[in-house]
């Protein structure tokens, strides 16, 4: 059954006064359901995996990766259908290229916790993102989104889409029905 909030995700993803060179991708989390690894594996769409070097097998099927997403790709589609609601990742518009983005968003999936330990942090989980974006003081802000110009991704209630963008060098996030 088709997501009735498609047409609105995919109007804010791909809004219709993009320059051509703007790109629209997805962060997914393929640990969270195993249709998401198939999708990606099985995907025509550039894409990466921001895990660096040969990975296990089993890690792989749980990694984070990178996709470019093209508004009409059945890709696109399935990932709204049935990933939206469903915390499988968050979408990202760049004007960087897929090397660029990945290079940059690889420096966030490992920190140091108050004891120096380092953890691996899922920021590309929609409900992690939405909770940590808020914290973050201005340059930490600009730092996070470096190439990025918006995140995108669900709101706690499906029904409601997040986009955090920096406006005059401030976190400006806002929210829209889809």
Known sequence: MANPRLPLILDALFPAQSPRWARTYAVLDSARDERIFDLI???????????????PFALQRTAPYLLELERNSPLTRRLIEEGWG????IFVASDAGMHELRRHLRHFLRVQDERGKRLI?????????RLYLPTCFAHEAENFFGPVESFFMEAPEPETMLQFRIVGGALY??????
């Open 41 to 55: 594996d099985r995907a025509r769409e550039d894409k990466a995996c921001l895990y660096a070097g040969r990975l």
């Open 86 to 89: 469903n915390s499988w990742g």
């Open 173 to 178: 996030p806002t929210k829209r029905t889809v």
């Open 121 to 129: 942090f899922r920021w590309y989980d929609p409900r992690v993102l």
